[in-house]
C-alpha cells in the first residue's frame, strides 16, 4: 500500500511540475487595437501587389519580441515568449472599432497577463468625417471601457497617443497634429492609473531630429510615380508609412514599453 502512495506521489508531484513547466511556456500576446497606422497589410490579399510599400508598426512589432529582448520588457511580460496580435484596421476610431465587434473580438480572447495596446485618435479627431468622429469625452469614455474589460479579464491595458503625422513644422520642429486628444489620453490614464506611453510626443521628437526632408521622403507615403506597382503615379500620404518608417515608430513603441513597469 505504501508502494502506491509514494507512486501516488510521485506522479501527482510530476503532474504539478507538468502544469507549472506549461503555464511557464504559454506565450503571452500582445494585442494591439488601433486604426491604420498600426494595422497590419501584409495580412490583405495580394498585399505587395495592391498595397506595397505601405507598413503599419503593428505589421513589424513581433522581431522585437526575441528570446534577448524580452528581458528589457520583463517589468511587463512575464512569459518566455510573445505573440503580436494586431487587431488594428483602417479608417477606426474607439466608436466603430467597438461597434464593429472588433473589441469584442479582442475581449473573448484576453488572458491573465496579456498586453493590450489601445492607441486611437487620428479618426476619432476627423469632425469632417461623422462615421468616425468621436468627440473628447465620448473617446474618454471607449477608453475607459477598453481599459476596465481588459483588466476584468486579467490583461494589462496600455494606453497610447497617436503617433504623429508629419505636419505642421515650425522652424525645424514637428509640432502635434491632434489636438487636445493625446491629452484626453494622459487624462484617461491619470485617472484610472493605467501605464501609458506618449507616442505623440516620442514622434515628435524623433521625427524632428530626423529632420523633415528625410522623414518625408523615407518614412511616410510620399513615393515617386513609377516605382510601385500599387502607386503607378506616385503618393503623397503624410499619415501612413514606409516599411522604415513602420520600423522606426514600432521601435519606439518598444522602447516605450521598456520604460514601464506593471502598476500594482
Known amino acids: 500500500m505504501k508502494k502506491y502512495k509514494s507512486i501516488a506521489l510521485l506522479l501527482l508531484v510530476a503532474g504539478l511540475l507538468t502544469g507549472m513547466i506549461a503555464e511557464k511556456k504559454r506565450p503571452a500576446k500582445v494585442f494591439l487595437a488601433g486604426d491604420s497606422t498600426c494595422a497590419n497589410y501584409a495580412l490583405e490579399d495580394d ?13 513589424v512589432f513581433q522581431p522585437f519580441f526575441r528570446d534577448d529582448s524580452l528581458k528589457m520588457v520583463a517589468g511587463l511580460i512575464k512569459a518566455d515568449s510573445v505573440i503580436v496580435d494586431d487587431r488594428a484596421k483602417g479608417g477606426r476610431s474607439t466608436r466603430t472599432f467597438f461597434q464593429e465587434g ?36 465620448g473617446y474618454k469614455e471607449f477608453l475607459r471601457l477598453y481599459v476596465s474589460q481588459t483588466r476584468q479579464k486579467g490583461g494589462i491595458p496600455v494606453l497610447m497617443t497617436p503617433v504623429n503625422r508629419n505636419y505642421p513644422w515650425e522652424e525645424g520642429v514637428l509640432k502635434n497634429c491632434h489636438g487636445e486628444y493625446p491629452q484626453a489620453v494622459k487624462d484617461v ?18 521625427f524632428t531630429k530626423k529632420g523633415q526632408d528625410y ?5 511616410f507615403m510620399n513615393l515617386p510615380a513609377n516605382t510601385y506597382q500599387a502607386y503607378p503615379d506616385g503618393q503623397k500620404d503624410n499619415t501612413h508609412f514606409q516599411p522604415a518608417g513602420g520600423r522606426a515608430v514600432a ?9 514601464l513597469k506593471k502598476l500594482k
Open 47 to 59: 498585399y505587395q501587389v495592391k498595397r506595397f510599400p505601405l507598413t503599419g508598426w503593428g505589421q
Open 102 to 137: 472588433r473589441w469584442r473580438a479582442i475581449y473573448s480572447e484576453i488572458q491573465a497577463g496579456d498586453l493590450v495596446i489601445i492607441s486611437f485618435g487620428h479618426n476619432d479627431a476627423a469632425k469632417d468625417k461623422t462615421e468616425r468622429y468621436v468627440d473628447l469625452e
Open 189 to 206: 490614464a491619470a485617472e484610472m492609473n493605467v501605464l501609458l506611453i506618449d507616442l505623440t510626443q516620442l514622434s515628435c521628437e524623433f
Open 215 to 219: 522623414v518625408t521622403s523615407n518614412y
Open 251 to 259: 521601435q519606439l513603441v518598444f522602447d516605450g514599453l521598456k520604460q
